[in-house]
């Protein structure tokens, strides 16, 4: 047994657990005790991660480790982590663990629920694991159902029809993805699943433009690409709490990583010749998405655009190829993994109190409940992206890296982004006005209880992470600093940096 | 003694058809249960005798052939058989002419054997009828109901209609080639108009019986009119031992003409695929849904066949071993819904998880297995497909597989919605169970679960296929 597959082995072992369990209170801490586990497992294998580096392990990938399973058909299951893959995967198991515990009062089939949500994350640390494609694309494909179950059962609203939009979106993702995977499959002379072996091929440029294309609206499509973002308000607002976080935190990145690991990484000449494409779709996500949120009142489907927006960073990191771009886009997608984690965490708060999510008939959130109103505001102005936090951070490293990419085509797709911000200011500094500062307004409203022990740990699990990149960025950018040359290297010839 | 354990599938089953002879002569089958459960234990004898050692040969002039991929396909239809009697006990135990119903459809298995093993297009023909008369028979079970006579009705007359069909085909294939058998054919087959029309002919013969579009028209009214066992019969058996012998017949038999059919086969299949998805997304019936859903893993299989190689036919007999497993998971979910409920609606399905978890998680199982998603067996049955596809190169007809994709799963999670997420006025009792389904079930449950990670067994089926 290899130290990775262990990241599969403990979900596994805690999603039976929680089949075996009877009464709703060993489910409850089985699943919390099992992802804590998981948790140290993946600092664990950080910090194991680190030493090998520091001892001069120069492989691109390490502890790798491979399983036959369709050997006819070259189907391994080959594992092998580097720094991308690692921070995506400490960024998981945070969110996991919050997750978990933001859920601790749901009331209506707990067994199922926590089951769903340990399958969920399986889904996500196979997806960052895996070396061989088509064992990605069956980690991609497998957190489909539970989403759509949680989504479907556990939701609010017009749940029905977000769970099923969401879920045929996704799969017309998934579909363009695995055409596009086979395609790297058969014609890149490779006959192999696996992205470092493909890697080292010399694909012809038109094979690589039809397969750029396919696997990056594919990817984007999970990433809320515009113009396939429309399952995202709709599916995160109508999600249970801890559902809205793993899809905004969790599952938008897979599509970012893919992006980044296969369609760009493999295909690095088409993704020089192509990727204006994706720049000019990323810039009107980042700019049709702010605006679009500053229109919401409900405060989740305020998020949940902003997310489109500020996914909409990752897809423009990706395409700019530039070292400081692909860097910012990394880190963008943690510290949005973390701190959208934390917004809808502590909506899912305030909903659970008031029932209603609208921001103006909330108000005088911080004098009633003064840990859910911090919440609240340090995930808002992470955001808006306020010195200290990792949204500034991150979003600085994508505008440097974007500017540094001469011409005007590239300058002004940057100078839209960077004016993005502003808006974002607008609606935060709205929405924390409306709801969190203020008087009480509703009589009912001074009855609230501030938050419980469990959603207590939660919000300050994430909001270490947040501070953990805002402050000290360089631990972030030392380990995946090697990753992201290598990456980038392979653009040299036109990028110039 | 070689030629016994040749032909041990054909012998056993001929032993069996007599002793239910036997049987209806000494009064035996006038106690149902005892009646039932010997012919339950009998069919898992035959399940397992299929297992034993065999050599590759062949008989009778090349009429007769077996080797290991045949046998295999026999013991898929043998696990089918078993399956198939298992869930339909509860209804069996009911019905008036449960002998009859062993005996039609073990006749109809004989006939199955015959047109696998067959090394001769008269062969081929005779099993192939044999196979499909006694279901006409079948589906006409319920005998005070005029869907059921319909059914059989319609069944026999679109039936004798593709025989017709075929039989101008062969004549024409005769003509060309001037020998029936086999290797006959092989040798001497040469694109030319009369051996494409021969084959296109032959083509549409096999389209009627598979229900491909666009001779797919019988297809819905037969399913919901027969009992749900012969419906599961035909959806499953009949439906899958034709496949397994389109697969030699396109591979070997029209090996030479693979140009000419890869068009042909990438037009029917995309449109078995988008005609069957499209049909089923406002089918209310149980039945019928499941029949345009058939409709549509036709579809997918035929994108499989065109690889026209080792992973072509692997794939294809892999998929159908996992279909087989989900169909009649669903069949014996909707039947036992069917038989407490008395409606074969889908709405009965609502609010299924709540009052039957068993049955609603076994359903579900199904339906993601049929959609194609993980970590079901059939995701990996439908994807080995697409990936076979890919191998000729047909990119439109992928695209169109890949639409297909998401349109399915529009289909099956309705179904699971109502399910799981719905509430239902009119709260279900708890369904009966009997222990012949709930066995069933379990084993379609551990199959497709276990099929896609246990992975000697798709090893198994590609070194079957190697030629």
């Known amino acids: 047994m290899d130290i990775l597959s262990l990241l599969l082995v403990f979900p596994v072992?805690?999603?039976?657990?929680?089949?075996?369990?009877?009464?709703?209170?060993?489910?409850?801490?089985?699943?919390?005790?099992?992802?804590?586990?998981?948790?140290?497992?993946?600092?664990?294998?950080?910090?194991?991660?680190?030493?090998?580096?520091?001892?001069?392990?120069?492989?691109?990938?390490?502890?790798?480790?491979?399983?036959?399973?369709?050997?006819p058909l070259q189907i391994y299951f080959s594992a092998a982590v580097d720094g991308i893959s690692l921070v995506m995967i400490l960024m998981t198991a945070m969110v996991v663990v919050a997750g978990i515990l933001v859920s601790w009062k749901i009331g209506k089939q707990v067994k199922e629920f926590f089951f769903l949500i340990l399958l969920l994350s399986l889904s996500a640390y196979g997806f960052f694991i895996s070396t061989n494609l088509f064992v990605m694309f069956f980690f991609l494909e497998l957190a489909v159902i539970p989403k759509y179950l949680l989504i479907g059962v556990w939701g609010s609203g017009r749940k029905d029809y977000s769970a099923m939009k969401l879920a045929l979106m996704l799969m017309f993702g998934s579909a363009l993805v695995f055409i596009g995977i086979l395609g790297l499959f058969y014609f890149t002379g490779a006959q192999t699943w696996d992205f470092q072996e493909i890697a080292k091929m010399h694909i012809p440029i038109e094979t690589q433009r039809i397969l750029y294309v396919l696997l990056f609206t594919g990817f984007g499509v999970f990433t809320a690409m515009f113009p396939f973002h429309t399952w995202a308000p709709d599916g995160h607002s109508s999600a249970p709490t801890a559902a809205s976080m793993f899809l905004a935190g969790i599952s938008m990145k897979l599509g970012g990583y893919g992006c980044l690991r296969v369609a760009t990484y493999l295909l690095p000449d088409a993704a020089q010749e192509l990727s204006w494409i994706f720049i000019i779709t990323a810039s009107i996500a980042i700019i049709y998405g702010a605006f679009a949120t500053m229109m919401q009142k409900d405060l989740k489907y305020m998020n949940a655009y902003s997310s489109v927006s500020h996914c909409g960073f990752v897809i423009l990191g990706i395409a700019m190829l530039t070292k400081a771009a692909v860097t910012g886009a990394v880190m963008q997608m943690v510290s949005h993994g973390i701190m959208t984690a934390l917004f809808f965490a502590s909506i899912g708060m305030i909903y659970d109190r008031a029932h209603t999510r609208q921001a103006d008939e909330l108000g005088g959130m911080l004098k009633q409940m003064p840990f859910i109103g911090s919440a609240f505001i340090i995930s808002g102005l992470c955001s808006l992206g306020l010195p200290g936090f990792s949204g500034f951070v991150s979003?600085?490293?994508?505008?440097?890296?974007?500017?540094?990419?001469?011409?005007?085509?590239?300058?002004?797709?940057?100078?839209?982004a960077c004016a993005s911000i502003v808006v974002t200011a607008v609606y935060i500094l709205r929405a924390v006005g409306f709801a969190i500062w203020g008087t009480v307004t509703n009589k009912e409203y001074l009855k609230f209880k501030d938050a419980t022990w469990s959603e207590r740990s939660a919000a300050v699990l994430l909001t270490l992470g947040i501070l953990i990149i805002g402050l000290a960025p360089f631990l972030f950018i030392h380990l995946i600093d090697a990753d992201t040359t290598s990456i980038v290297s392979r653009f040299i010839a036109v990028v110039g940096k | 003694m070689d030629i016994v354990l040749m032909f041990r599938f054909e012998?056993?089953?001929?032993a069996l058809i007599l002793a239910i002879f036997i049987m209806s002569l000494r009064g035996f089958d006038t106690n149902v249960k005892c009646f039932l459960n010997t012919m339950n234990v009998l069919l898992l004898l035959n399940f397992i005798a299929g297992w034993l050692p065999l050599s590759e040969g062949s008989y009778f002039s090349d009429f007769f052939r077996t080797n290991g991929l045949i046998v295999l396909q026999k013991n898929i239809i043998n696990?089918?058989?078993?399956?198939?009697?298992?869930?339909?006990?509860?209804?069996?135990?009911q019905s008036k002419y449960r002998l009859e119903f062993y005996l039609l459809m073990l006749s109809s298995i004989f006939g199955v054997y015959v047109m696998l093993s067959s090394g001769h297009i008269l062969m081929l023909y005779l099993g192939l009828e044999m196979s499909t008369i006694p279901i006409a028979a079948m589906s006409n079970f319920n005998l005070k109901e005029q869907r059921s006579s319909e059914a059989g009705i319609k069944l026999i007359l679109s039936s004798a209609f593709s025989t017709g069909i075929m039989l101008f085909g062969i004549s024409l294939l005769y003509g060309a080639v001037g020998n029936l058998s086999f290797a006959s054919v092989i040798a001497n087959l040469h694109p030319n108009v009369l051996t494409l029309f021969a084959f296109a002919f032959i083509l549409a013969g096999f389209a009627f019986k598979m229900s491909i579009v666009p001779f797919h028209l019988w297809t819905a009214d037969v399913y919901e009119g027969s009992p749900i066992a012969v419906t599961n019969f035909l959806s499953v058996i009949s439906k899958g031992s034709v496949i397994f012998v389109f697969l030699t017949v396109l591979y070997?038999?029209?090996?030479?003409?693979?140009?000419?059919?890869?068009?042909?086969?990438?037009?029917?299949?995309?449109?078995?695929?988008?005609?069957?998805?499209?049909?089923?997304?406002?089918?209310?019936?149980?039945?019928?849904?499941?029949?345009?859903?058939?409709?549509?893993?036709?579809?997918f299989v035929l994108v499989g066949i065109?690889?026209?190689?080792?992973?072509?036919?692997?794939?294809?007999?892999?998929?159908?071993?996992?279909?087989?497993?989900?169909?009649?998971?669903?069949?014996?979910?909707?039947?036992?819904?069917?038989?407490?409920?008395?409606?074969?609606?889908l709405q009965s399905f609502k609010g299924l998880y709540k009052s039957n978890p068993f049955y609603a998680l076994i359903m579900a199982v199904a339906l993601f297995s049929l959609a194609g998603v993980p970590p079901i067996a059939g995701f990996f049955g439908k994807l080995f497909l697409l990936t076979a596809g890919m191998k000729s190169g047909l990119y439109v007809l992928l695209g169109f597989a890949g639409v297909n994709l998401v349109l399915s799963l529009y289909n099956y999670l309705r179904v699971v919605k109502y399910m799981f997420i719905d509430d239902n006025e009119a709260h279900l009792a708890p369904l009966n169970r009997n222990r012949q389904l709930t066995t069933a079930l379990y084993i379609c449950l551990i199959g497709l679960i276990a099929i896609g990670f246990v992975t000697p067994i798709y090893q198994y089926i590609d070194s079957l296929c190697r030629f």
């Open chain 1, 13 to 71: 072992i805690t999603a039976l657990g929680i089949l075996v369990a009877k009464k709703d209170k060993v489910v409850r801490w089985t699943a919390l005790s099992g992802s804590i586990v998981q948790l140290f497992l993946a600092i664990g294998i950080t910090a194991y991660y680190v030493s090998l580096r520091n001892a001069g392990e120069t492989g691109q990938m390490l502890l790798e480790s491979s399983y036959e399973w369709f050997a």
């Open chain 1, 395 to 416: 979003e600085m490293t994508v505008f440097v890296g974007s500017w540094e990419r001469t011409g005007v085509f590239y300058r002004v797709a940057t100078i839209l």
């Open chain 2, 11 to 14: 012998i056993i089953l001929a």
């Open chain 2, 79 to 93: 696990l089918g058989l078993l399956l198939i009697s298992l869930t339909s006990y509860a209804w069996l135990e």
């Open chain 2, 252 to 299: 070997s038999l029209f090996g030479g003409l693979k140009e000419a059919w890869l068009l042909g086969i990438s037009i029917v299949s995309i449109l078995s695929m988008t005609v069957g998805n499209l049909f089923a997304l406002r089918q209310q019936n149980a039945k019928r849904f499941l029949a345009f859903s058939s409709i549509a893993q036709v579809g």
């Open chain 2, 306 to 345: 065109t690889a026209a190689s080792t992973i072509g036919s692997a794939s294809v007999v892999y998929f159908v071993l996992i279909y087989l497993l989900s169909n009649i998971a669903a069949f014996g979910v909707i039947s036992a819904v069917a038989d407490s409920t008395g409606s074969e609606s």
